[in-house]
């Protein structure tokens, strides 16, 4: 359902259930739509060299007007080699992408190395449209600065890592 224009009331008008329903049901179903429509997405953990494979790979997208909000989930199998990132359910409008972690912030990720009980985190940075990259939270000139095959640590089968984030899509 599509939102519309919010309507100018004019003094003395008479409230019709259909300017109601327009702009209170309608108008409020296109803002906050039901949770129970929520739509699943199913992103694709990549890397520039190749792609890592999952076990499992789940997410969900919504829609609020013009912001797209989601979540995801993989667990990893096999790492892959490369930084590595995930394609945005849409694409962003007018924000900054770029190299290396220095595009746009949209969100963040945390991840759990099964192996040694580690935990790691950081955020969601815009490389073009519609990719982001994993960036890590370090302030040490020697730490690379986005997600690898062995950045934070050297992913094995089991481990597990999410991401969350939200961006204008209009």
Same mark, same amino acid.
């Given at each position: 359902?599509?939102?519309? #224009? $919010?309507?100018? $009331? ?6 019709? #259930? ?40 789940? %997410? ?21 080699? =490369? ?17 290396? %972690?220095?595009? #746009? ?16 985190? =950081? ?29 934070? $640590?050297?992913?094995?089968? =089991? ?12």
């Amino acid at each position: 359902m599509a939102f519309s #224009s $919010w309507r100018t $009331w004019v003094t003395g008008e008479v409230v019709t #259930s259909a300017h109601m329903n327009q702009e209170v049901r309608d108008n409020g179903l296109a803002l906050f739509p039901d949770g129970a429509d929520v739509d699943t997405w199913t992103p694709v953990l990549e890397a520039t060299s190749s792609n890592p494979s999952t076990s499992s790979a789940v %997410g969900r997208q919504y829609q609020m007007g013009a912001i797209m909000q989601f979540w995801g989930r993989f667990v990893i199998s096999a790492a892959g080699s =490369g930084d590595y990132f995930v394609a945005l359910p849409a694409a962003s409008v007018g924000l900054t992408g770029g190299g290396g %972690g220095t595009g #746009s912030i949209m969100g963040g990720w945390h991840a759990r190395d099964s192996s040694t009980v580690s935990n790691g985190g =950081g955020s969601l940075a815009l490389t073009g449209a519609d990719d982001v990259v994993f960036t890590i939270h370090a302030n040490q000139a020697s730490f690379q600065r986005v997600v690898t095959e062995s950045v934070p $640590w050297a992913w094995a089968s =089991g481990d597990v890592l999410t991401l969350f984030g939200f961006y204008p899509i209009a």
